[in-house]
């Protein structure tokens, strides 16, 4: 008999980053960066939240305004798994995109996910290229774009305006990783006659030549009356 052979595994899944122990609550005006920081392994997203300035917008609007925030943070490990140059490779428009994408205008606590209606609104606008769909089932949060489906792993900060939410992976937006339509050809303009083809001849008004039809009667009408006075003269004479 041959002898056994030893049983293929498949590799085992790249672990993902454990989730980071929640940041507690401090006095003073709300710095998400900051936050981010102090939760650990979120380096890379607060330098691109810096580089696009998106941190600051976030912070001015925490802290003027009663609107709640709602950020979707993916982890260092979520970066490094993306090929290398990939955030480099985009557009400033992009990037501003890609982050905004990562924010939902609006406080959604975890026990708030199960009632949300999809697609999910993200600051980077609504529409089928930027549709972000949230699921749960049991405790688990899942998330999906069309192009990346992750899951909530661990919740990094939450008061009363702002919920932090740890993922594992970047959410990818369908309006920056595939091709954008064609745009719709202008509609032609009512009103603007158009160009008249070469060598077309255009309409113009009958020519008013009365005046030199005058002269050319009166000379007839003479010579007419000459010629019967001639007649009349050779009968009678």
Request: glycine letters at 6%; hydrophobic letters at 40%; aromatic letters at 6%.
């Amino acid at each position: 008999m041959p002898p056994p052979t030893t049983p293929v595994k498949a590799p085992p899944n790249a672990p993902s980053q454990a989730p980071s122990a929640q940041v507690a609550t401090s006095p003073g005006p709300v710095d998400v960066g900051k936050i981010l920081q102090k939760a650990g392994h979120f380096t890379v997203f607060v330098r691109l939240m810096q580089a696009t300035t998106e941190d600051a917008e976030l912070n001015k609007e925490l802290n003027t305004t009663n609107n709640g925030i709602t950020i979707f943070a993916p982890s260092d490990n979520a970066f490094s798994s993306l090929k290398s140059g990939f955030l480099n490779a985009l557009s400033d428009e992009d990037k501003t995109e890609l982050v905004k994408f990562h924010v939902l205008p609006a406080l959604v606590s975890s026990s708030q996910f199960q009632t949300v209606s999809n697609p999910v609104r993200t600051q980077a606008g609504t529409g089928p290229r930027v549709a972000l769909n949230v699921t749960t089932t049991g405790n688990f949060v899942n998330i999906s774009t069309g192009l990346t489906n992750t899951s909530i792993s661990g919740t990094v900060y939450t008061d009363s305006q702002l919920a932090i939410y740890q993922i594992d992976k970047v959410l990818f937006p369908v309006d920056i990783f595939t091709p954008k339509p064609p745009a719709p050809a202008p509609a032609p303009e009512l009103g603007k006659p158009g160009k008249a083809a070469h060598g077309a001849e255009s309409p113009t008004a009958p020519k008013d030549i009365s005046g030199a039809l005058t002269p050319l009667i009166l000379v007839h009408n003479n010579a007419l009356t000459l010629a019967v006075s001639c007649m009349v003269a050779a009968i009678f004479s």
